[in-house]
C-alpha cells in the first residue's frame, strides 16, 4: 500500500512540472463531494486583497484603481513594455486605451488569489468607446505590494481588443 501511494505522488509531482503538495497525494487532490485542502491566509494576504477590492471599487465609482500603485512602481504589460514608474504607466500604458473610452472602464472582479505580498486579480473590463461601440477586455494582473501599494505589477489582456480600439478610435486631442 505505502509503494503505491509512493508511486501516485511520484506520478503527481511529474504531472504537476514538479510542483510538491504538502501532505499525501490524496489531501492535494480534492476528491468530488470534498472541499479542496487549502492553507490559512495570513493577515498579509487578507490585506493586501482587501487592498485590491478596494481598489476596483474605486475604480467602479468614478475612481482610479491605479492609486494603489507606489510611485515608482515597475508594470510590465507582457508581450508588450515595461513601465519603470506610476506616472509613465499612466502616461503611456494606461492614457492611450482610457483616452479613447466615453464612459470610465467598469473592472468586474472574477477571482483573486494571494501568496504573500502577492495579489494575483483576474477580471473583466466594459466600457463604451468614443464612437459609441463597446469595449471588453479580459485581465489577468499579478501585483506584489510593499507597504500597501504596488511595487510590480505584470499586467496580461487581450491586446487584440487594445489595438482594435486604438485602431478604431482617434485619441481625442
Known amino acids: 500500500m505505502e509503494r503505491r501511494s509512493r508511486r501516485g505522488f511520484v506520478t503527481l509531482a511529474a504531472a504537476t ?5 504538502a501532505g499525501t497525494p490524496a489531501e492535494a487532490i480534492p476528491h468530488r463531494g ?8 495570513s493577515d ?7 487592498l485590491v477590492r478596494e481598489a476596483f471599487a474605486r475604480q467602479n465609482g468614478g475612481g482610479s484603481f491605479y492609486d494603489v500603485l507606489d510611485e515608482h512602481a515597475v508594470w510590465t504589460v507582457v508581450n508588450g513594455r515595461t513601465y519603470r514608474s506610476r ?19 467598469h473592472m468586474t472582479p472574477q477571482e483573486l488569489w494571494a501568496d504573500g505580498d502577492t495579489v494575483i486579480a483576474r477580471f473583466e473590463g466594459d466600457a463604451t468607446a468614443l464612437d459609441g461601440l463597446p469595449y471588453h477586455n479580459e ?5 506584489t505590494f510593499r507597504r500597501d501599494a504596488v511595487v510590480r505589477a505584470y499586467a496580461y489582456l487581450d491586446m487584440v481588443a487594445v489595438n482594435e480600439l486604438i485602431d478604431r478610435v482617434e485619441a481625442p486631442r
Request: contains cysteine; proline residues 7%.
Open 17 to 21: 512540472g514538479g510542483l510538491l503538495f
Open 34 to 41: 470534498r472541499s479542496p485542502v487549502t492553507p490559512r491566509e
Open 44 to 50: 498579509r494576504e487578507r490585506v493586501n486583497k482587501a
Open 139 to 143: 485581465y489577468c494582473w499579478v501585483l
Open 87 to 105: 506616472r509613465e504607466f499612466l502616461e503611456e500604458g494606461s492614457a492611450p486605451i482610457l483616452t479613447r473610452l466615453g464612459t470610465y472602464l
